[in-house]
């Protein structure tokens, strides 16, 4: 049975990601599946109120080149998921500084973008939050490849792995070439 509302959980990402029709719709279909979902990686307390972010912002949205750069790197989740193995898709030359695009070598695989930045700890998920992790359903928002050596960055939808809101949940967290020096004041905040 939890296996089949894990499964429920990620399409209903999915939907949200594929369908939501602004940054609004989007912040607002989110704080009802945390709300309701069984699944939800927020604990049932029957006392959240929703999600808090920063205001949107157009200077965190960027279209930017992807040039090739090999590399792979191996991240301990320190759960069951062990070692998780990435193939560096290439690096993102952005206005904020280089971040690495992930590929996750596994079954079925998927694309992981992470970022630490200086908001987090004092603003935002002390471990970093993500742009993109397509293995969970998150697919055209924060990240949307243009052409094969292009992609449009919207870091108004970065948002906390679900180890920031409960400890049972382990999480791969940003690798040191995706910590930026650079206050990144969008996308979610800490929660609580």
Known sequence: MQALELADYRA????IYLT???LSDFRARRDELFAYHPQSPIPSTGDFEGLSYFPPSEQFRAE???????GEIDIDTGGPDGVCHYDRVGILDTPWGELSLWWL????GGLFLPV???????????GGRYLTDTVKGTHGRGLEMVS?????????????????????????????????????????????
């Open 12 to 15: 209903a990402v999915a939907r």
């Open 20 to 22: 939501a029709t602004d």
């Open 64 to 70: 930017v080149e992807l040039r090739p750069a090999p």
């Open 105 to 108: 070598a596994a079954y079925g």
């Open 116 to 126: 630490r930045d200086a908001t987090c700890g004092p603003q935002s998920y002390g």
């Open 148 to 192: 094969r050596t292009r992609v449009l960055l919207d870091l108004n939808y970065l948002y906390n792995p679900s180890c920031a809101y409960d400890d049972q949940w382990l999480c791969p967290l940003a690798p040191p070439e995706n910590r930026l020096t650079t206050a990144i004041t969008a996308g979610e905040l800490k929660y609580h």
